[in-house]
């Protein structure tokens, strides 16, 4: 599934910081813009992997699973 988020990266006393607004705690740094971006981006796949177990856990065992992609 691909999905897209806006990536915001900030220069910071020789550190670059890197953030997702949609993505809220999503976070990244680096020394480069790459580095950050690279951070950010493997915070935001366990921010999104962590939410999906969390709300995963109550489905009762039965129920009909699917998936639905965007874009």
Do not use: C, K
Not at 20 to 42: I, K
């Amino acid at each position: 599934m691909q999905n897209e988020f806006t990536a915001i990266i900030e220069q910071d006393e020789g550190w670059f910081v890197a953030y997702s607004p949609e993505v809220p705690g999503a976070n990244g740094q680096g020394r480069t813009r790459e580095e950050a971006m690279e951070s950010l981006t493997a915070a935001v796949e366990l921010i999104l992997e962590d939410r999906r177990e969390d709300a995963l856990r109550g489905v009762p065992h039965d129920a009909w699973r699917s998936t639905v992609s965007t874009g």
